[in-house]
C-alpha cells in the first residue's frame, strides 16, 4: 500500500512540475524600412505607340513584381 501511494504521489509531482513551465512571451519582430514603404505609382502613358506602349507594360510589370515581392516577404 505504502508503494502504491509512493507512486501516486510521485505522478502527481510529475504533472504538475509539467505544468507550471512557462513560456516566454511572442515579441514581433521589427520589419526593415523598405518593407512598409508604399508601391511606386503606375507611370502614365502619353502616345499612342505601340512600341511605347509594351515597354511601358513591360516596365509595368517589372515594378509590381518587386513590389509583390516586398508583400510577400511580410506575409512569412
Same mark, same amino acid.
Given at each position: 500500500?505504502?508503494? #502504491?501511494?509512493?507512486? +501516486?504521489?510521485? &505522478?502527481?509531482? *510529475?504533472?504538475?512540475?509539467?505544468?507550471?513551465?512557462?513560456? /516566454?512571451?511572442?515579441?514581433?519582430?521589427?520589419?526593415?524600412?523598405? #518593407?512598409?514603404?508604399? +508601391?511606386?505609382? &503606375?507611370?502614365? *502613358?502619353?502616345?499612342?505607340?505601340?512600341?511605347?506602349?509594351? /515597354?511601358?507594360?513591360?516596365?509595368?510589370?517589372?515594378?509590381?513584381?518587386?513590389?509583390?515581392?516586398?508583400?510577400?516577404?511580410?506575409?512569412?
Amino acid at each position: 500500500m505504502l508503494k #502504491l501511494k509512493s507512486l +501516486c504521489l510521485l &505522478i502527481v509531482v *510529475l504533472i504538475l512540475s509539467g505544468c507550471s513551465t512557462s513560456t /516566454k512571451g511572442y515579441v514581433r519582430p521589427t520589419l526593415p524600412a523598405n #518593407l512598409s514603404e508604399p +508601391c511606386p505609382p &503606375i507611370p502614365e *502613358l502619353d502616345t499612342d505607340s505601340w512600341d511605347e506602349l509594351g /515597354k511601358a507594360h513591360i516596365e509595368l510589370a517589372i515594378l509590381y513584381g518587386e513590389c509583390a515581392a516586398k508583400h510577400r516577404v511580410l506575409m512569412r
